[in-house]
């Protein structure tokens, strides 16, 4: 199995310290965001931000592709939007008499789809096959998109008016789901000091490329897990399939999308290898979005965070590998 350099790694956690510092700079007190963010980007997943509005998940979205040297799109969900405004349609060019297909924005390597949950279900399932495959099909035709590819999306709380939850197979499409939250008293007051003037996007630059995160990623998967270490990460998606707080546990998508955040988490802490904390770190974005609460877990007042977080504490850990193996 190959192993990751000294050298790629610093390259990576230099990468990473760098974007790190540039969303910080938008998004001030919340580290645990940013880095989830960061490990989603490396893994090559899709990031779900789920707040109320306000609290700077569009901001976010925008540092990032910011950060990145790599084309972006921008799609603002609505409730009159068509699939064909996401993925492309054929347009009839009469003077050649042919099709020509014309590009939607998911044709991006970064793309923000802002208030994704207020377009209806049939538009929010043309999102299915781009992020499962990296592709998509318009009439029988099928276009892969760039690499890398990320999808950022946004949305507003299912009890908030005009939105609509997202279906289940979408939400598991989606590697991680984070809640922004609003920041404490000295986090806001520096938001205003740096807003007072000038919008604080507008000084981010070009960390890196789209090319060299693509490189970045190949590298990231071969960071090291060890059979224990995979066991243990099963052992944790498999008690959200039993515990009787959750009608619905994590799927088999889950356990690959968890171990590749991991490695992409323990790349940013320049380690070759992946260890518990990498699990455990991650095991509520991860995993959370994609339990349905039981009825009466529902009315105990019980959350799928909580849930998620007593079965991380009450599974055991496994014994340290001796750093030869590594």
Known sequence: MPTVSDDALREITSAASDIQAQLSSVLSGKPEVVQTTIA?????GHLLLEDVPGVGKTTLAKALARTIDGSVGRIQFTP??????????????????????????????????????????????ALLQSMEEGQVTVDGTTYTLPRPFLVVAT????????????????????????????????????????????????????????????????????VYASP??????????????????????ASPRASVQLLR??????????????????????????????????????????????VITALVQRTRVPAPEPAAVR
Request: charged share 20%; hydrophobic share 45%.
């Open 40 to 44: 989603v980007l490396l893994a090559e």
């Open 80 to 125: 009159d939007l068509l699939p064909g405004d996401l993925t492309g349609v054929n347009i009839y060019r009469a003077q050649q008499h042919e099709f020509e297909f014309r590009p939607g924005p998911v044709f991006a390597n970064i793309v923000i789809g802002d208030e994704i949950n207020r377009a209806s279900p049939k538009t929010q399932s």
């Open 155 to 222: 949305q507003n709380p299912v009890e908030m008016e005009g939105t609509y939850p997202l279906p289940e197979a979408q939400r598991d499409r989606f590697m991680a789901c984070v809640s922004v939250g609003y920041p404490d008293a000295g986090a806001e007051l520096e938001m205003l000091e740096r807003r007072e003037t000038a919008d604080p996007i507008d000084a981010l630059r070009p960390i890196t490329s789209a090319a060299t995160i693509e490189r970045f990623i190949a590298t990231v998967r071969t």
């Open 228 to 249: 224990a270490l995979k066991q243990y990460l099963l052992s944790l998606v498999s008690s959200t399939r039993s515990d009787p707080a959750l009608r619905l546990g």
């Open 261 to 306: 955040a991991a490695k992409a988490l323990a790349a940013t802490n320049g380690r070759a290898y992946v260890i518990p904390d990498d699990v455990q770190a991650l095991a509520v974005p991860v995993l959370a979005h994609r339990v349905l609460l039981a009825p009466q877990a529902r009315a105990g007042g019980h959350s799928a965070a909580g």
